[in-house]
């Protein structure tokens, strides 16, 4: 039994965290790749499906902003199961979630229903809300210094994530013809079951008196320049992630690009947001959380102005990749920012506040970016990402003056 479980200076509801915290972090790493590419599937079939079956070609990007409206209806919900029932009570229900998009985008498929795909993109947002959970869980397994690198660790499983889910669409797309992807969608409900039979051995401790309390009201919490800041600049990296990955499926189509690059374009570009995982734990911890966001921010900046030099495969490539990276620093960055606001007993309703805003403005986003890359084009899609861009890297300065005057006084 390691020294951190058995210490007398913790509670007995951190030593349980601590006692099982190598366990749960490995398996919630293990269900973050399964389920991740439940999400991959989404967004390289979403736009393609949705400009089949939509009766107006501006409507093809819709399914994938319902998504993003399921993270965020869902976040809070997930939040609150979790404070009553414990967090993995909210991993299966998850599960489950995951399992009815998958079902339901295979009938919607075979019977030509958009409006079914739009449900169940949604049950897919839902299964993704919860999923991102599991960094904040595995952050709470573990003693506070060693919190950022089990963050990082369990996003790293989005790593396989990127493998598994573009090949699973490239291997099974054409297996029910001529219902494409009717086969994808059942494979994805496949892997979620997996994910949910890894999910049962997590073990957590059920939620104390205090946890169930919720301790000070969240408009206090809110009010925090700290929280404010890590909301913004989560807000910023998830928002132009998804800006950019909803549409550009679709503008690499239109641009007379096969399928099959949109694929791999999207296979890399989820490795590219999950590999730096490895690392960024540790580079949070040497640098500060505010640093690694402020990269973030300049690499996400970067893969915009690739993708304004052309349209060929490697532009597209380049931009998908480089968006990747900056996601990953800039939103694990504000994660380990979060972690920094809230006490113990507040860390599912921070948490899952902090999500839900995330995910709500990201749904803003997602449903402007079909509708402009359909009316002006794949260029006016990336120029207007650095307005927010702009905007966090103020915060951030702003944040980081505001320091320097208090020490100084």
Same mark, same amino acid.
């Given at each position: 039994m390691s020294q951190a479980a058995t210490s007398p200076e913790l509670d007995p509801l951190d030593?349980?965290?601590?006692?099982?915290?190598?366990?749960?972090?490995?398996?919630?790493? *293990?269900?973050?790749?399964? %389920?991740?590419?439940?999400s991959v599937v989404v967004y390289a079939t979403g736009s393609v499906v949705g400009n089949a079956l939509a009766p107006d070609p501006a409507l093809a990007t819709l399914p994938i902003s319902i998504f993003v409206v399921g993270m965020a209806a869902c976040t809070l919900p997930a939040g609150a199961i979790a404070q009553r029932y414990g967090r993995r009570a909210a991993f299966l229900a998850g599960t489950g979630a995951g399992?009815?998009?998958?079902?339901?985008?295979? @009938? %919607?498929?075979?019977?030509?229903?958009?409006w079914l795909f739009c449900l169940a993109t949604f049950f897919g947002g839902a299964y993704a809300a919860v999923v991102l959970s599991f960094r904040f869980a595995a952050a709470d397994c573990v003693e506070p210094e060693k919190r950022p690198r089990a963050l990082s660790l369990v996003m790293a499983g989005g790593v396989f994530a990127g493998v598994i889910g573009p090949q699973l669409v490239t291997h099974t797309m054409y297996l029910w013809m001529p219902h494409m992807f009717a086969a994808t969608f059942l494979a994805q409900a496949a892997v979620a079951a997996v994910s949910a039979l890894v999910l049962l051995g997590v073990r957590l401790p059920a939620p104390s008196l205090e946890e169930r309390a919720g301790g000070r009201p969240l408009g206090v919490i809110a009010r925090q320049p700290r929280f404010v800041l890590a909301v913004v600049c989560g807000v910023v990296s998830y928002l132009l992630m998804n800006f950019l990955m909803t549409a550009a499926p679709l503008a690499m189509l239109m641009c007379g690009l096969p399928q099959e690059a949109a694929n791999d374009g999207l296979?890399?570009?989820v490795i590219a947001m999950y590999a730096p995982s490895f690392f960024t734990g540790r580079l949070i911890t040497r640098f500060g959380a505010s640093n690694v966001v402020l990269s973030g921010l300049a690499l996400i900046g970067a893969s915009a102005g690739i993708g304004l030099l052309g349209i060929e495969v490697a532009h597209f490539w380049g931009t998908l990749i480089l968006l990747g990276v900056g996601w990953n620093f800039g939103f694990i960055g504000a994660s380990a920012m979060v972690l920094e606001t809230?006490?113990?007993?507040?860390? %599912?309703?921070v948490q899952s @506040?902090?999500?839900? *805003?995330?995910?709500?403005?990201?749904? *803003?986003?997602?449903? @402007?970016?079909?509708g402009l890359l359909n009316a002006y084009g794949w260029s006016m899609v990336l120029w207007l990402s650095f307005v927010p861009l702009a905007l966090a890297a103020l915060a951030l300065f702003a944040m980081a003056g505001m320091r320097r005057r208090r020490t100084a006084g």
């Open positions: 030593a349980a965290h601590y006692l099982h915290g190598r366990g749960n972090v490995a398996r919630l790493t *293990i269900a973050q790749a399964l %389920a991740g590419a439940n399992v009815l998009v998958g079902l339901l985008s295979a @009938l %919607a498929v075979l019977v030509g229903s958009f296979q890399w570009h809230h006490r113990p007993e507040e860390r %599912a309703r @506040l902090n999500d839900f *805003i995330v995910f709500g403005t990201m749904a *803003i986003g997602s449903f @402007l970016s079909g």
